[in-house]
């Protein structure tokens, strides 16, 4: 995974962070041209980036969407969009997520999403999900989590690595 480190993506990059790293802006490889749009419109974020690729003898389109509301403290909801299209094929994907801090000491976060994606293999589709709660105390704390990513869920302007599978972690700290 290679840090990005080119000045059109970097400027407004964390407007576009989400779990599960959907949004990677280095698989826009060789770029033609782009468009980035931002803005704060009260509490809604708003973040779009398209460019397109000069990828091989087709050039793909790529479409990136995200929108976060500030909720109240640190909390917030978003929504992300991504495409790829390149002549016939494409791969969209489209997630919710939620982070939720509440007594200054825990958080929820949740993802719900799906992938749909068509080309030469066929036309797939498949689930992504995320739940955490986590308490980060001085003294006593805890990070539950549980991660499932479906068979053919494909991210082509994100990065997720491993596909097919279900992750649940646990930990408890106690600091004396």
Avoid: C
């Avoid at 964390?14 to 980035?36: A, C, H, I, M």
């Avoid at 997630?95 to 030469?120: C, E, N, P």
């Amino acid at each position: 995974l290679l840090p990005e480190r080119r000045p059109f993506f970097l400027e407004g990059i964390e407007l576009f962070s989400t779990p599960n790293q959907l949004v990677y802006t280095r698989q826009v490889v060789d770029p033609d041209g782009g468009l980035k749009l931002t803005g704060k419109f009260g509490r809604l974020n708003v973040a779009y980036l398209g460019a397109v690729d000069h990828a091989g003898d087709d050039h793909a389109l790529f479409n990136i969407a995200r929108f976060r509301r500030d909720l109240f403290g640190a909390s917030a909801a978003g929504l992300t969009y991504t495409d790829r299209i390149q002549g016939s094929d494409y791969n969209r994907v489209l997630a919710a997520d939620a982070r939720i801090v509440f007594a200054r000491l825990y958080f929820v976060q949740a993802q719900l999403g799906g992938s749909w994606t068509r080309d030469a293999a066929g036309t797939r589709r498949a689930p992504i999900w995320e739940a955490e709660f986590d308490r980060t105390g001085r003294g006593w704390g805890f990070n539950y989590q549980v991660n499932a990513i479906g068979r053919d869920f494909e991210s082509r302007a994100g990065f997720v690595p491993r596909t097919d599978m279900v992750s649940v972690h646990g930990l408890n700290r106690l600091t004396l």
